[in-house]
């Protein structure tokens, strides 16, 4: 599992202006399954996404095809982690330690 931190980089109006492909990105990844939570952090300096993977590359290449990455205005941190707990409604997303 991975939390994408997203943190603008440009003038909201810039963000603004990326936000209705953004959007149908965003969508398109829930679709997929890939996507499971995300929104604005606040204050409204970037988001937060949490998606599913086990390969870290694939996710990368998921936030370099971001409209908001391709039109510059944020950075990405990745955080990959194992879910070994989790809320009941989330069960089907609790996973085992790697041995």
């Known amino acids: 599992m991975f939390v994408l931190e997203l943190t ?14 953004h959007m149908a990105w965003l969508k398109a990844h829930y679709a997929s399954g890939v996507f499971i939570a995300s929104g604005r952090k606040v ?34 941190t990745i955080t990959e982690f194992v879910a070994t707990t989790t809320a009941p409604p989330l069960e089907q997303y609790r996973q085992e330690v790697p041995k």
């Open 8 to 21: 603008y980089i440009a003038p909201i109006e810039r963000i603004d202006a990326a936000l209705p492909e």
């Open 43 to 76: 204050p409204r300096d970037g988001g937060v996404i949490i998606a599913l993977g086990d390969d870290r590359a694939k996710i990368t290449e998921i936030t370099e095809s971001d409209p908001f990455t391709v039109a510059g205005v944020v950075e990405y």
